[in-house]
């Protein structure tokens, strides 16, 4: 139990299809982050909320929606998916300072068909 | 810009026989160096924070250590449950809190 938890584990969706990745942390945090992870690939950074405000999108396309209620709460919704979306979806937060450690969610297995 | 590199990309090891995975890294002033493990189809998990050169950490078979351009992740006698991708991260000065991650070292022990 790392203090951030993702659900779904596991998503099969077809490209016509809209669902959403859910995170919350349990560790007093203020930094959120999305990352994706391909097969055989290093993490890639999607986006980045601090207290609730998006930081960093590093180009990802408009398909994934992100959304940051609340500093312990993050989203993202996905709709007209690729099959090269199908990937590990992880789920990171830390306080948002720096030399803070990150800690990361199980992660959502996402296959899209 | 930040880099970090992972030697090797790949590492097979008989059980009990030790060696040292590398993270060389770049950045404009160190805040913060991360070790993770991470297991097939799992989110990395956490092993070490290094704040400073000449500081050292340790968990069980695992030992972290940090100079001023690197990292190394010692693994004494492991075993194969020590078998994972372990992961390298960086956080530089200038206010940024986002780390910078490498490639990874995947690593097999033998039985």
């Known amino acids: 139990e790392t203090g951030v938890t993702q659900t779904p584990r596991h998503l099969v969706m077809g490209m016509t299809n809209k669902k959403s990745l859910k995170c919350e942390q349990h560790?007093?945090?203020?930094?959120m982050y999305w990352y994706k992870q391909s097969a055989k690939k290093p993490l890639e950074l999607m986006f980045v909320y601090n207290f609730k405000e998006q930081t960093e999108n590093n180009s990802v396309p408009s398909r994934f929606s992100p959304e940051c209620p609340n500093s312990s709460h993050l989203f993202l919704h996905l709709h007209t998916l690729q099959p090269e979306d199908s990937a590990l979806y992880l789920c990171?937060?830390?306080?948002?300072?720096?030399?803070?450690?990150?800690?990361f969610g199980e992660g959502s297995w996402l296959t899209v068909v | 810009e930040d880099q970090v590199t992972q030697s090797p990309e790949a590492l097979r090891l008989q059980e009990g026989e030790s060696s040292s995975l590398n993270c060389s890294y770049t950045v404009s002033g160190l805040r913060g160096l991360f070790w993770y493990r991470q297991d097939p189809g799992k989110g990395p998990e956490f092993l070490f924070t290094?704040?400073?050169a000449g500081e050292e950490k340790e968990k069980e078979r695992l030992k972290a250590t940090l100079t001023k351009k690197e990292s190394f992740l010692h693994i004494t006698a492991p075993k194969p449950e020590d078998s994972a991708t372990y992961l390298c991260a960086v956080q530089a000065s200038g206010g940024s809190y986002i780390p910078t991650f490498g490639r990874g070292t995947s690593l097999i022990v033998h039985p």
């Open positions: 990171a937060s830390n306080r948002g300072t720096e030399g803070n450690t990150i800690y």
């Open positions: 560790l007093g945090h203020n930094a």
């Open positions: 290094l704040y400073s």
